[in-house]
């Protein structure tokens, strides 16, 4: 009978791939307000990046001045959220690292110079520190630790190793459009002719400075990339490649009628990724077998430009996607740790 039962779990758990579910949100988001980036560093606790408008009068001040950095924060799973604001300006990421959540917030612009300032919380959201600022745009932030920072300033690879207090020019051989880590590795993609065609992946090993790059096959561009994992598209079709130890590629799959993807999710041989033709009519998509194959799972509601709004975790249930449908509702897809351990 226990047997029979246990087979009867895995049987409902393979015809439900993603295992979607819906959570509603009963308080503290309001119309209006602009709801960006998501993080939950526990399954309870949940963070929400994003920014509220001053309604200054016309013509009075300019750029990211003119908005509230708000952190929203929610310990009961997504359920209720309470604001906080934590400087002038808008969240462009959260990441995690160590059990300390580090916050990128766009400030200046209109009469001051772009910046951004990185904050920090080390008690998951309830307080906020500032760490420092950079003088110019930073995107994809990899915390190695709290003083070893990484990230793309403008096009190019820069490291802090004191906290913030100096930047220093990790060379690369390409101007960096996109960026993504493994391990010891900073992976980039770059465009040999200055266009749209990112033909270039670049991996760049941030203990020995070691740099080497490649062309990707048969006219493809890159598109996004984790750990090592990259997509790259031509015309209407996606490719899935694994990126080797030796800089090697091996071809996974392919998805047809898709050009965007604008995020990635993995946990061993489970991988989620939203992609589509256009932000309008984008949709999950799992694999249970490392990108091999591909189930697809619908939208759900969710539009999104570079997939900010979704996040995930793992814990002891398993592994869980989430993301920001609106102001009513949260969506998630998981594997349950039953059918992980079963694998």
């Avoid at 760490?131 to 003083?147: L, P, Q």
């Avoid at 949709?283 to 709004?309: P, Q, V």
Wanted: with cysteine; aromatic share 12%; charged share 25%.
């Amino acid at each position: 009978m226990r047997y029979t039962f246990i087979l009867l779990i895995l049987l409902v758990i393979s015809c439900n791939p993603g295992h979607y579910k819906s959570v509603r949100i009963d308080s503290g988001l309001k119309p209006g307000e602009f709801h960006d980036v998501l993080l939950f560093p526990r399954s309870s606790i949940g963070l929400c990046g994003g920014y509220t408008s001053k309604n200054l009068p016309w013509g009075t001040g300019g750029g990211y001045g003119r908005f509230n950095a708000i952190c929203w924060r929610t310990i009961d799973g997504g359920r209720n959220w309470t604001a906080q604001k934590i400087t002038d300006g808008s969240f462009s990421e959260l990441t995690i690292k160590d059990d300390i959540v580090y916050a990128l917030i766009i400030t200046g612009g209109g009469q001051e110079i772009n910046q951004n300032k990185i904050y920090e919380s080390r008690d998951l959201g309830k307080t906020w520190k500032f760490k420092c600022a950079i003088r110019e745009w930073m995107i994809r932030m990899h915390v190695m630790d709290s003083n070893r920072i990484i990230g793309n300033i403008e096009g190019k690879l820069r490291e802090t190793r004191d906290g913030g207090k100096t930047w220093d020019i990790l060379q690369t051989k390409n101007f960096i459009y996109h960026n993504f880590y493994h391990n010891k590795y900073a992976y980039y993609l770059s465009s040999s002719q200055r266009d749209a065609v990112l033909d270039i992946l670049g991996r760049k090993n941030l203990d020995t400075g070691e740099e080497r790059i490649m062309t990707l096959p048969d006219g493809f561009s890159g598109r996004k990339g984790k750990e090592n994992l990259v997509f790259c598209n031509k015309g209407d079709e996606v490719r899935a490649y694994r990126i080797n130890d030796d800089f090697t590629l091996t071809y996974l799959s392919s998805i047809k009628k898709v050009t965007n993807v604008d995020y990635i999710g993995i946990y061993k041989e489970h991988i989620f990724i939203f992609a589509g033709l256009s932000s309008l009519d984008e949709s999950f998509y799992y694999s249970s077998n490392s990108g091999k194959s591909w189930k697809r799972l619908g939208g759900k509601g969710l539009i999104t430009t570079d997939g900010g709004e979704i996040t995930d975790y793992t814990d002891s249930t398993g592994f869980k996607v989430l993301f920001y449908r609106n102001i009513y509702s949260l969506g998630t897809f998981s594997v349950p740790a039953e059918k992980i351990k079963h694998e």
